[in-house]
């Protein structure tokens, strides 16, 4: 700043001189300043459906709607094979039946276990315990009639009727008929006591593992049912729709030869969930262009743009601004654009994805400003100057600057007043007259000299260091 004052104080007296020819003038006077970026791009859809394989492990493209067609919503697109899937269906079906048999037999398993429990408590258990009181009562009358017997025996013998061995006799017979009623009471004991708990567990597990068969089988016959449907909406999948109105374009990428393997068309065999085809959305456009990192910083959501394609111009804003540089062949990875979206806000009927467009983007605008011819202004590293016509000499003013319009037109925010005549070009202008426009420093060498930087002693003593730079 003291150089460029220097300079301009040397050069007064030279302009308190009035020149015997001013130089070419122009006027300081309010206008509008209008900014804008233009670039190039290309028009694409706002929404984007991308048609993608469905079929598990990917499939064979058998037949294609052909690139570029307009198609309705409805209409066919893609066409896999399903030959394999088919096979699968096939031997799914019978697994399925397989696991319905399986079924039905746990239910009717499960049905006749339930069955057996009531069965048994309520019809063999009490069949079975009245058959042992009906034994126990009988050995009781044959052993009453055993001892009985016994007694007559006795009086016979002592009389002398009968002899001893058939006293012998009726005695066994006691012996045997006490026998027969302790094998009838013990019976009952066990069919009590052993035999019904160990029958009515028993039923009960077969009970508890009926249902847990039926509910085993039941749920082997649903998964066999879902894979059953899952390989019906394979099947499905084979046949692609479109899920609305558009132009079908094949999803190639550009930037992938021919060498890199076969893209989209019949008899290429896609992966899951792979796109196939583009289904753009034409009833919402916008264009998509690259911008260089100089500009870039510029821009913000929500700008304003205009989108020339085919000599129509459509009204646009900036939706999107992309975060990372866009990836650029490997002999221009020096060069730095990122993606901007505009986004056209009316309808655009007859526009298609892929045309190239002019965008317009309006950095911008200053309304009703005041403003000079951007050659008038000299800029240094202290700022920018003006030379102003007053009085009938030269001066030199400095000049704060604002926006810069298309037309060469700059925004002058303070410095300089309406209706002022400054100078036009006047690095070439004045030296002709005699009058030095650039200050030393920016003429001379020492300009592009790198500044020393000298460390004092109140810095050094506050990093911890000294002036030698220990």
């Known amino acids: 700043m003291g150089v460029a004052v220097a300079a301009l104080a040397c050069a007064l007296p030279l302009l308190r001189r009035p020149p015997a ?4 003038m122009t006027v300081v006077h309010r206008g509008d300043v209008v900014a804008t970026l233009d670039v190039e791009g290309n028009v694409e859809s706002a929404h984007n459906f991308d048609i ?9 493209i058998l037949w294609i709607v052909p690139d570029g067609t307009h198609v309705n919503q409805g209409d066919e697109l893609v066409r896999f ?58 050995a009781g009358h044959n052993l009453r009639l055993a001892q009985q017997t016994l007694a007559a025996h006795r009086r016979l013998f002592r009389s002398g009727y009968v002899g001893h061995g058939q006293v012998q ?6 012996e045997q008929a006490e026998l027969q009623l302790d094998i009838a009471r013990r019976a009952k004991t066990v069919l009590e006591d052993y035999n019904r708990p160990k029958m009515t567990q028993e039923i009960e597990t077969r009970l508890a593992t009926a249902a847990a068969l039926v509910r085993s089988t039941t749920a082997e016959f649903e998964l066999a049912q879902k894979q059953l449907a899952r390989y019906h909406q394979q099947i499905d ?28 068309e019949a008899g290429v065999f896609v992966r899951q969930r792979q796109a196939v085809l583009w289904l753009p959305d034409l009833a919402t456009m916008q264009a998509r262009v690259l911008v260089h990192e100089s500009s870039v910083l510029r821009l913000r959501p929500g700008q304003r743009a205009a989108v020339r394609v085919r000599g129509r111009e459509f009204p646009a804003t900036v939706t999107q601004i ?12 020096h060069l730095k654009y990122f993606v901007v979206v505009a986004k056209i806000e009316e309808p655009s009927p007859g526009l298609r994805p892929g045309e190239s467009a002019d965008v317009a983007l309006l950095l911008d605008y200053r309304p009703d400003v005041l403003r000079a011819p951007l050659e008038t202004v000299v800029k240094e590293r202290d700022g920018a100057f003006v030379w102003v016509e007053h009085d009938g000499t030269l001066e030199p003013r400095r000049v704060e600057l604002g926006t810069c319009g298309d037309d060469g037109m700059a925004e002058i925010r303070r410095g300089a007043s309406e209706g002022e ?34 460390t004092t002693a109140s810095h050094a003593q506050h990093t911890g260091g000294n002036a030698a730079g220990g």
């Open 421 to 454: 005549q400054v100078v036009v070009n006047p690095r070439d202008t004045l030296p002709e007259m005699g009058i030095e426009v650039d200050s030393p420093s920016e003429r001379g060498p020492d300009r592009f000299r790198p500044k020393q930087h000298v």
């Open 237 to 264: 999948h084979c046949t692609v729709r479109a899920p609305h109105s558009g132009l079908a374009i094949y999803a190639n990428d550009p930037r992938r030869s021919s060498s890199d393997g076969p893209q989209i």
């Open 21 to 24: 020819d001013l130089p070419e």
């Open 81 to 138: 094979d399903s030959s394999a899937i088919e096979d699968l269906l096939s031997q799914q079906a019978i697994v399925v039946e397989q696991a319905r048999a399986a079924q039905i037999a746990a239910e009717h398993e499960l049905s006749a276990a339930r069955l057996a429990l009531p069965e048994y408590v309520q019809g063999t258990f009490v069949e079975l315990n009245q058959q042992a009181d009906a034994a126990i009562a009988t």
């Open 52 to 60: 993608t394989c469905r079929v598990k492990g990917g499939s064979t």
């Open 322 to 333: 992309s975060n990372q540089p866009f990836p650029m062949r490997s002999s221009q990875q």
């Open 169 to 174: 006799a009726c005695a066994f017979g006691v």
